[in-house]
T-cell receptor, first 115, second 109 residues
Framework: ETGVTQTPRHLVMGMTNKKSLKCEQH?????MYWYKQSAKKPLELMFVYSLEERVENNSVPSRFSPECPNSSHLFLHLHTLQPEDSALYLC??????????????FGPGTRLTVL | EDQVTQSPEALRLQEGESSSLNCSYT??????LFWYRQDPGKGPEFLFT???AGEEKEKERLKATLTKKESFLHITAPKPEDSATYLC??????????FGPGTRLSVLP
């Protein structure tokens, strides 16, 4: 595997389900990010992790819970989501989080549908 | 609050027809402006970072420029493979990171 991988690529869940999105980077980077991309809206930064420490949380609802067990893996745990949470969830990594200046490498995303 | 707008929303060009995409921004202290390209079904791919007004960067048929209020992405003699959504983003000294809505470019053969 190379670059940034995300699983699953597609996910359909009910509002009462609990699921997790997984991201893995094979680039030796120290920072990882979660973004949300909704139809007709710009990409929104959700969470930033640097060296496994959360450094940014852009007022994301608590039904989204990130986890970064090591610098190569990032999870987004989902519970009691709403239909408006349906979107493409993108993971990215960079060398470090240095004031958000470094080039970010994105995964292909997980297309989430909440019924 | 940082804001980024992009125009046009969509652009159709004939192969070889040069044009420019605009990114206008309002930010409390620009630290960097970024251009990314996104193909359907894929994550964004980094193109350029610009740091200060007057700076220019080039890559193949693309050239990015920056002023104090906006950035342009100039596309010279585009090819069909340049078709994609082009995203602009800014970051400030508060480590905020904001993307614009993108310009969807179609280059027809």
């Amino acid at each position: 595997e190379t670059g940034v991988t995300q699983t699953p690529r597609h996910l359909v869940m009910g509002m009462t389900n609990k699921k997790s999105l997984k991201c893995e980077q094979h680039l030796g980077h120290n920072a990882m990010y979660w973004y949300k991309q909704s139809a007709k809206k710009p990409l929104e930064l959700m969470f930033v992790y640097s060296l496994e420490e959360r450094v940014e949380n852009n007022s994301v609802p608590s039904r989204f819970s990130p986890e970064c067990p090591n610098s190569s893996h990032l999870f987004l745990h989902l519970h009691t989501l709403q239909p408006e949470d349906s979107a493409l969830y993108l993971c990215a990594s960079s060398q470090d989080s240095s004031g958000m200046l470094n080039e970010q490498f994105f995964g292909p995303g997980t297309r989430l549908t909440v019924l | 609050e940082d804001q980024v707008t992009q125009s046009p929303e969509a652009l159709r060009l004939q192969e070889g027809e040069s044009s420019s995409l605009n990114c206008s921004y309002t930010v409390s202290g620009l630290r960097g402006l970024f251009w990314y390209r996104q193909d359907p079904g894929k994550g964004p791919e980094f193109l350029f970072t610009l740091y200060s007004a007057g700076e220019e960067k080039e890559k193949e048929r693309l050239k990015a420029t920056l002023t104090k209020k906006e950035s342009f992405l100039h596309i010279t003699a585009p090819k069909p493979e340049d078709s994609a959504t082009y995203l602009c983003a800014v970051t400030d000294y508060g480590q905020n990171f904001v993307f614009g809505p993108g310009t969807r470019l179609s280059v027809l053969p």
